[in-house]
């Protein structure tokens, strides 16, 4: 029986809906397309950052001397790459309206200010009772590892959780240790594909 949904941030609770601002950045420095983001999370600094190698403030002064910017472009570089993000405020009430019943919780694949970026999604601090990062952790999904810990901090079985994730590889590897998981698109039905699951929504 579910008893915690576990939710990655990047891809489901926030999104990039507009890919323009992004897009028009790179041009403007003179980059490939999908560069920015290679750079700031894929690279190799990226996945250092990530792991905790590095703190978000010396990856991004690390993208700074990287692009050969300004402080000042280096805010509007900033500022331009999360231009076109949102919060799916959908999900969050989803949300809302299971934690009375469910544990809820985040893993996410990010940089030491991830709990800067849970603040913003619940500046009342009472959504998530778990939040797992990758540069806490010094491991990322889809090892086991970060999985593993994140069960033992909400007291539940693999069979007793769900996680939602939009990388195919992070959920067949929540799925490898015995997790209930749904790969996450724009457009998908959350509510349905939890209720198939025996979760009980709307009641």
Known sequence: MVK??????????????DPA???QLEQRLGLKPGEAEYIVYNSDQGRRAQLGAVTAREQ???VQ??????DAGLEEFRAAFWAGDRVDHTLLDLIRSLRTDYQMAIISNAMDDLHDVVARLDPAGDLF??????AYERVM??????????????GRAA????????MPANVAGARAIGLA????????????????LGVRVGE
């Open 141 to 154: 999904k889809p090892d086991a590892v970060i999985f593993q810990r994140t069960l033992a901090r909400l």
């Open 159 to 166: 069979t007793e959780a769900v996680f939602i994730d939009d």
């Open 21 to 23: 601002p992004r897009a």
């Open 129 to 134: 009772e778990v939040i797992t990062g990758s």
């Open 60 to 62: 991004w002064a690390w």
């Open 65 to 70: 001397r990287r692009l050969q910017l300004t």
């Open 181 to 196: 998981a749904i790969h996450f698109r724009p457009g998908l039905d959350l509510a349905a594909e939890l209720a198939q």
């Open 4 to 17: 915690a949904i576990i939710f990655d941030i990047g891809g489901v609770l926030i999104r990039t809906v």
